[in-house]
């Protein structure tokens, strides 16, 4: 069963617009990863999220972790061409010592320039 | 400070033959992570390895795949008589000893495995 869901699946959006992407788990995470794949290539790290409530910005990119740390919102502002490519949210579920990550299935964002 | 290194890039193997991926962690780092991306899926974990050790191998299909990190030299996944099923991208993470959750794993570029 899939452990982390993303939605949506994929996006295609105006260059400019704003976008969210959103990844849910029935479990509480302990550690709430974003990364950005571009296609053919391997992962880039945006930001990690660890406390309930916590948000974090990077230039256009702004991550939120809800209170209760199941849910996760990913959202671009002033959307680019070089936004474009796989979003993958990912989590650990154990919180004593590292445990791996599991990935969503990911989110395809195209932006139309 | 090199990122997490992977090699080959490419690799084509015929059906029957064997893989061998390689991945060099980042410097001082000492957990190894292998993740499989199949065509049109997400990131699966496969296993989880420290120096000399398996952690958690909980993704690794029974038969054919096998994964060591030996006290010197690359992390190897090798997967002995390739299928076509096996083609995918295989990607490699590391993180420092005593990395607690929350810790940044660093993804290498990865391995795109042709099976024909």
């Known amino acids: 069963s899939q452990e982390l869901e993303q939605s949506p699946q994929s996006l295609i959006v105006q260059e400019g617009k704003n976008l969210t992407i959103n990844c849910t788990s029935s479990?509480?995470?302990?550690?709430l990863y974003w990364y950005k794949q571009k296609y053919g290539e391997g992962l880039i790290f945006l930001m990690m999220?660890?406390?309930?409530?916590e948000e974090k910005s990077h230039e256009k990119i702004t991550a939120k972790l809800d209170e209760k740390k199941q849910q996760s919102s990913l959202h671009i502002t002033a959307s680019q061409p070089s936004h474009a490519g796989i979003y993958l949210c990912g989590a650990a579920r154990m919180k004593t010592s590292y445990d791996k990550v599991i990935f969503g299935p990911g989110t395809s964002l195209s932006v139309i320039p | 400070n090199a990122g997490v290194m992977q090699n080959p890039r490419h690799l084509v193997r015929r059906r029957g033959q064997e893989a061998r991926l390689r991945c060099s962690p980042m410097k001082g780092h000492s957990h190894v992570y292998w993740y499989r991306q199949l065509p049109e899926e997400g990131l699966k974990f496969m296993v989880y390895l420290q120096k000399e050790n398996i952690i958690d191998e909980s993704g690794m299909p029974k038969e054919r795949f096998s994964a060591e990190f030996p006290k010197e030299g690359p992390s190897i996944l090798r997967i002995q008589q390739v299928v076509r099923g096996d083609s995918a991208a295989y990607f490699c993470?590391?993180?420092?000893?005593?990395?607690?959750?929350?810790?940044?794993?660093?993804f290498g570029q990865g391995t795109r495995l042709t099976v024909v």
């Open positions: 479990k509480t995470l302990y550690g």
């Open positions: 993470a590391s993180s420092p000893p005593g990395a607690y959750t929350g810790t940044e794993a660093f």
């Open positions: 999220l660890q406390k309930g409530g």
